[in-house]
């Protein structure tokens, strides 16, 4: 395999594919999950479907298929996703009469519905969220992270007030931030998206936004408060206690399959995969090393620590297959299972195992009687040191010294000259548009998001034009 520091996106192509989680598809843009990685998929699901109902958050499913009408009742909304969108115009031998969109996000049948569901002040909040595939014509794709098709779960919540929308949207956000830091140990910077990068007809969009290896970003999660547009472009009305009818404000907030790329890219090191134990889908493997096929008593004992770690919810597997100790360390830590414990005849006499983190060079000899006990614990001690690892992964590629313009492109042509990353920059920003995109055109950098007040030093000029900021934003490269 390539390794990182050579070709990053060929190191990730190649261990996605040989870790086995994923196969290209014949439709342009669109991936095959494989079990392990679907699995991945399922313990995310798991986690935000638990956050989610303890917030009041339903599942629901609304039709894939979306008229064209729809789109158009919403003028920002139909610009933002045109380009993107793919259409059946033909069924059963027939020209449609109406276009059908396979849907790249549901606010506008899900607002049909709530235009018929909501009727009364007592019909809210209304909280939904649906698991569910959607369609963007991606140009440029990269699996997991930028697909044609991919999966996501995206909530959708009317409400009485602004104040309550509000209030949903950055629940929504800390929720994002929660499950991703916890679950995937991939520290986040939220913070509030620009104009030019907003949802296409939201008032305002939040993001959760982590850092790769190589400096790149990678949006992680959004969050949209929509105020009353899309209620009023869907007729989502209710009547409130005076007996009037009123519009409710809306908000959406979604999270996809790119989580997958973006753990992989945080986390994996040039053997390949590194899992963080709360979601791998093999948490354990369990290894007979030396004449074991001659010494029965080796998977006995193997078989015995497997139960005890099944029966303690524990994802654990044996590997008795025929290869060799050596090509199965190596196959193992290529799928990142965070721990493999190893059995041999020695191990037997001095009632031990030898246990292998993933993320960590050295061996830990463990008596039988703690072996449980022992895995247990050090799951939740790899979880927080692949956190903590990532942290400060992050603050390396930190820099909040560059004022102008012609700093950042100097820092850039100095990194690559270096062979480095030039990493996530804090500027200052004018709040306009042209001084936007004039940084993306001369150093390809984008704005992340607008951190929020008390968690950065606030930037007092702008980047561009030396004019006073007017807020302060993460600039980077994305994928």
């Known amino acids: ?37 679907f699995e991945i998929w399922e313990h995310i699901q798991e986690e935000f479907n638990r956050r989610f109902k303890e917030e009041g958050i339903r599942n629901a499913y609304f039709p894939m298929l979306i008229p064209e009408s729809f789109f158009n009742k919403e003028k920002d909304h139909i610009e933002g996703f045109s380009p ?236 008795d297959s025929e290869n060799s100790p050596g090509y199965k360390f190596n196959e193992w830590e290529l799928r990142g299972v965070p721990f493999r414990i190893e059995v041999g005849p020695r191990d037997l006499k001095n009632e031990q195992v030898m246990v292998k983190a993933r993320d960590l060079d050295d061996k830990v000899a463990v008596p039988f009687a703690e072996i449980t006990d022992y895995i247990q614990n050090e799951m939740q001690v790899m979880q927080s040191r692949l956190l903590e690892r990532a942290r400060k992964m992050n603050q390396a590629q930190i820099y909040t010294d560059i004022e102008t313009l012609d700093d950042l492109q100097a820092h850039i042509e100095a990194k690559q000259a270096a062979g480095e990353n030039p990493g996530w920059v804090l500027a200052g920003w004018d709040g306009t548009e042209e001084s936007e995109a004039k940084i993306k055109e001369l150093t390809g950098f984008t704005t992340r998001n607008i951190p929020f007040e008390g968690t950065v030093e606030a930037k007092t000029t702008c980047i561009v034009t030396g004019k006073p900021a007017t807020a302060t934003v993460w600039l980077a490269r994305a994928y």
């Open 1 to 37: 395999m390539v390794t990182r520091k050579e070709d990053f996106s060929k190191w990730y192509l190649q261990t996605i594919q040989q870790a086995d989680l994923m196969d290209y598809a014949p439709v342009r843009g669109c991936i095959i999950f494989k079990p392990d990685g």
């Open 84 to 319: 993107e969108l793919p259409w059946v115009t033909e069924a059963a031998g027939e020209k449609l009469e109406e276009r059908l969109a396979l849907r790249p996000t549901s606010e506008t049948m899900i607002g049909d519905a709530m235009s018929r569901w909501v009727q009364s002040y007592r019909d809210l909040p209304m909280e939904i969220n649906q698991w569910a595939n959607v369609f963007r014509w991606e140009k440029r794709t990269l699996p997991f992270l930028r697909t044609s098709e991919f999966l996501w779960q995206e909530g959708h919540t009317a409400h009485a007030t602004a104040e309550e929308a509000v209030k949903r949207t950055m629940r929504s956000l800390q929720i994002y931030k929660e499950v991703v830091e916890d679950l995937l140990a991939i520290p986040v910077f939220s913070g509030e998206k620009t104009p030019s990068e907003r949802f296409a007809g939201a008032e305002r969009t939040y993001s959760i936004e982590a850092m790769m290896q190589d400096g790149k970003a990678v949006q992680a999660g959004t969050s949209h408060f929509m105020g009353t547009k899309f209620a009023e472009a869907f007729d989502i009305r209710y009547l409130n206690p005076d007996n009037e009818h009123v519009y409710a404000y809306t908000t959406s907030f979604g999270a996809s399959t790119r989580l997958i790329g973006a753990m992989i890219m945080t986390h994996g090191d040039d053997q390949g995969l590194v899992l963080p134990p709360r979601v791998a889908a093999t948490q354990v493997v369990l290894i007979p090393v030396g004449p074991w096929q001659k010494n029965p008593a080796i998977m006995e004992k193997i078989t015995e620590i497997y139960n005890e770690l099944k029966g303690l919810d524990i994802r654990a597997t044996i590997d």
